[in-house]
């Protein structure tokens, strides 16, 4: 349900083409670069609606070379000048250069679909790993759909935003393969084994190859996986802050220590195993992370004993879908308004109450707040015809079958889709379909991202509270273990 439409996929190709243009216009082309590529969530085909286009203007295609911090800022200021003159004709807005980030990034909303994009430098680092990430997803195919579920789970309960000191899409991203590197079998394999000929395209594709059909003996169903995840993040809430770390490029649990100390979250960056991709996440938001996920692990306890019924429990856990809003629920600030009138009418509150009271409507306006995460028609473009279905997760290309992209050879896939000339309407209030010369496309990008495969795959070893070795075990309130997956009330769905 909440897998993007074939349209908005050429959307972002789309802008995506209409950035290289402007990269021309200002640094003219020479061997083909300077070329804008995306990475992140739409390389790796995780994105929603609602979701950023991570953007990097490239000047080459070596991914050791050096790219100094000055040029980087001079870079993005070049494009914010361009830019901020379509802002003023109305067709973009929130043209934001952050030169004082680590990776200075410019941030910019087209007006047409809302949708913001956000454009580096030379940002190879995020290319590649986003890179590994889409081959990691052609061995098995539950790997992408639990990280989709995750993501999402992450954007519901407001814990998926780094500048808010809480989970980057990345950590999140490598706490569910670190999931299917542990389970017994394991699904994935440990990226030491993808990575021993190098980081780039090429080698990881030829590794990746090479463990098609790793987890096929695990047959865990994604429901069965969401659970065992959950329940495995809470069993070792207090053991971060003695030194836990999950190591993808291990494929186990590990102990470390950062330079800045111990983490709150510690997820180690699998390509430079001396950096946390949870550095973000704050002592007081790791404790929030965690209510969020025993307020989950209780809902799926109430469901398995037969209190909640399924419908329900998606609600609870993922937020109001579109087909789930009731017709009419009032606004938060409504809501808001009504329960202060209640409080203030009953003198008699107990401050107890008056807590249960102020922690009720915090659930209520996450509720209410649903539609905000939800995908809407939003066009980054003018208004088109929504043609075509929900891409589902099936549509596999197993890596071997790909032509390596041009450029830095781990560009997107080439496309298939071929949209007909009634899907494209003219622009109105858009900076990507401006009259300017340099601006215009001549003809519509005529291609999509094919979602890459995903078969099976996984490790062996987990995280033992009483040693950093021992079995897969979730810890229940009478303090009972059971190894994950063996509960009687797990059903295959």
Request: with cysteine; hydrophobic share 35%.
């Amino acid at each position: 349900m909440l897998r993007p439409k074939p349209v908005e996929y050429e959307q972002r190709r789309t802008m995506i083409d209409v950035f290289n243009k402007i990269a021309k216009d200002i640094f003219g082309k020479k061997d083909d670069f300077p070329v804008v590529e995306p990475f992140g969530s739409f390389t790796m085909d995780l994105f929603t609606t609602k979701s950023d286009l991570d953007l990097s203007v490239n000047f080459s295609n070596d991914m050791d070379g050096q790219f100094a911090r000055k040029d980087k800022i001079s870079v993005i200021r070049k494009f914010a000048k361009v830019l901020h003159k379509h802002q003023s004709r109305g067709r973009c807005y929130g043209v934001l250069p952050v030169l004082s980030a680590i990776v200075p990034v410019l941030k910019v909303t087209d007006k047409g679909t809302g949708v913001e994009c956000d454009i580096s430098v030379e940002n190879k680092d995020g290319m590649s790993r986003s890179m590994i990430f889409k081959l990691v997803s052609s061995i098995d195919e539950r790997f992408q759909i639990l990280c989709y579920l995750m993501k999402f789970w992450a954007k519901t309960h407001d814990v998926n935003c780094p500048k808010d000191r809480t989970m980057s899409s990345m950590a999140i991203i490598s706490l569910v393969a670190f999931h299917l590197q542990t389970r017994h079998p394991p699904i994935l394999p440990a990226f030491s084994g993808l990575l021993k000929d190098g980081a780039d395209f090429a080698s990881v594709q030829r590794n990746v190859v090479l463990f098609k059909g790793f987890g096929s003996t695990n047959k865990e169903s994604v429901a069965e996986l969401f659970v065992s995840l959950m329940s495995k993040l809470l069993a070792v809430k207090d053991l971060w802050e003695q030194g836990l770390c999950a190591s993808n490029f291990d494929g186990f649990w590990i102990s470390k220590t950062w330079n800045r100390g111990i983490g709150n979250l510690s997820v180690e960056d699998f390509l430079d195993r001396s950096q946390n991709f949870a550095r973000s996440v704050g002592k007081v938001e790791m404790q929030n992370i965690c209510e969020c996920l025993k307020d989950t692990v209780s809902k799926l306890t109430d469901f398995f004993r037969g209190k909640i019924d399924a419908l329900t429990l998606k609600i609870l856990i993922f937020g109001a879908l579109n087909q789930d809003v009731p017709v009419s629920h009032p606004s938060p600030k409504h809501v808001k308004s009504k329960r202060k009138r209640e409080l203030r009418h009953d003198p008699g509150n107990s401050e107890k109450q008056q807590k249960k009271v102020k922690h009720t409507a915090q659930r209520g306006r996450a509720a209410n707040r649903t539609d905000s995460i939800l995908p809407t028609p939003t066009v980054f473009m003018p208004h088109v015809h929504q043609v075509g279905s929900t891409q589902p997760f099936n549509q596999i290309v197993h890596p071997s079958q790909l032509p390596i992209p041009p450029r830095l050879s781990y560009g997107l896939p080439q496309a298939h889709f071929h949209p007909g000339p009634h899907m494209i309407g003219q622009p109105h209030g858009s900076f990507i379909y401006s009259t300017d010369p340099g601006i215009q496309l001549q003809q519509q990008a005529r291609h999509m991202f094919v979602p890459l495969p995903v078969h099976q795959p996984a490790i062996n070893r987990s995280f033992h509270p009483h040693g950093f070795n021992g079995a897969h075990e979730v810890l229940y309130d009478d303090n009972s273990w059971l190894p994950y997956g063996i509960n009687p009330n797990y059903r295959r769905v």
